[in-house]
């Protein structure tokens, strides 16, 4: 269900699509094939992992080395935005997605699929805290407890049309996650 609800997201996307935090690619197969697709990922040692999979995928591997922070893409330059599992471990929220709406052409889209913070006062949100300091120090920066939906109304998007769900975890868990998008 929970791929299904990401391929729905992503398949309708054409155009230019840029990937912030594009990992080793996960999504690369889900998106329309005539896409023309940029993947910006900071960390190195995915690159080659990112390039053969881009590959497989028959897409040009046009990878960018830079954090979200700071696109190396003009103003207006792409019609779509991607970030699966980002939000959660760039440093600073709001940079990247003032960068998001800044390089997404007016009309296009923010497209996201993340894991944010349970409602305050859940054992989940109790959980998520104690869970933090390691998930921050351990995981690549990954934060669980952001409220990443108020972050994406904050930002400069004209409208924004948001899921929220539990994703199973597995020994009866479940972690609260939003889908959707914003439009430029
Ligand atoms: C949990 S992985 C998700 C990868 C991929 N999006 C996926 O769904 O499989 C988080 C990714 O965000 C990247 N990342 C961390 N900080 C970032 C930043 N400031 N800007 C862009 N990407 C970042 C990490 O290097 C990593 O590849």
């Given at each position: 269900m929970y791929e299904t609800l990401k391929r729905d997201l992503l398949r309708g996307l054409s155009g230019t699509v840029l990937e912030i935090g594009a990992g080793a690619g996960a999504n690369l197969g889900l998106l329309n094939p005539g896409a023309e697709w940029i993947g910006l990922e900071p960390d190195r040692r995915v690159h080659?992992?990112?390039?053969?999979n881009a590959v497989r995928h028959d897409r040009k591997a046009r990878i960018?080395?830079?954090?979200?922070?700071?696109i190396p893409l003009g103003d207006e330059s792409v019609d779509a935005v991607v970030s699966t599992v980002v939000l959660c471990s760039v440093d600073d929220q709001e940079a990247a997605l003032a960068e998001v709406a800044r390089v997404l052409r007016p009309g296009g889209r923010f497209v996201f699929f993340e894991h944010v913070a349970a409602p305050a006062g859940t054992p989940t949100r109790w959980l998520q805290r104690i869970?933090?300091?390691?998930?921050?120090?351990?995981?690549?920066?990954c934060d669980?407890?952001?409220?990443?939906a108020a972050a994406i109304r904050r930002a400069a998007f004209a409208?924004?049309?948001?899921?929220?769900f539990d994703m199973p975890v597995g020994l009866g868990l479940t972690v609260p996650f939003i889908a959707g998008y914003a439009r430029r």
């Open positions: 080659d992992r990112l390039r053969v960018l080395d830079a954090p979200a922070e700071a869970w933090a300091p390691f998930s921050r120090r351990f995981d690549r920066g669980p407890v952001r409220d990443t409208q924004v049309e948001t899921r929220d």
